[in-house]
């Protein structure tokens, strides 16, 4: 009896397997997702391999820093080219960075009352100080009526920032449209 060996044949190219179902896109990333992992490990060992000879020294920061560290932000250009309106938007400014106050021109942590930041951004100059509250006091008026008798007291009558705030951005934009 003859025992026959199976024969190794070849695939009939007639014949062909059932073709794979196409992946879906999450299925292509995640597989491209892998290899990119893959080759990105392989890359860090190979430079930790190439570069493991090769002596460092600790970097001491202080000796590379030289300029200073703490320096303030850099001041808003002046938006407004008038200059009572320009004195408005400082003191807006003035007031939205060092703080707002109550019942005194400055109070003990630098924070100022509406008339205090005007007067600090007035420079000195008492005749641009003053157009820049009459200004700031119309705006007042515009908007709260002609009961209000003063910045100071419109200052004093709110308990936050808000509302005085807006107000002195108001009345730069009012200084700018009168031309002042």
């Not at 080219?81 to 005194?104: D, F, I, M, Y």
């Amino acid at each position: 009896m003859s025992t026959r060996l199976p024969s190794l044949a070849r695939p009939d190219p007639t014949t062909t397997a059932p073709a794979a179902p196409p992946l879906s896109l999450e299925e292509r990333l995640a597989l491209v997702n892998a290899a990119m992992t893959a080759r990105l490990d392989e890359a860090a060992v190979a430079y930790e391999v190439n570069t493991a000879h090769i002596d460092t020294k600790p970097v001491d920061l202080a000796a590379i820093v030289t300029g200073p560290i703490d320096t303030p932000p850099a001041a808003a250009p002046d938006l407004y080219p008038t200059p009572v309106a320009a004195v408005l938007q400082r003191a807006h400014q003035r007031l939205v960075s060092g703080g707002w106050c109550t019942n005194t021109l400055v109070d003990a942590n630098g924070a100022r009352c509406m008339l205090g930041a005007i007067r600090s951004e007035a420079g000195g100059d008492r005749r641009l100080e003053s157009d820049a509250a009459t200004v700031l006091l119309d705006a007042i008026r515009r908007q709260f009526g002609d009961d209000v008798d003063s910045v100071p007291s419109f200052n004093d009558a709110h308990g936050n920032d808000r509302v005085p705030l807006r107000m002195v951005d108001q009345a730069a934009g009012l200084a700018d449209a009168r031309g002042l």
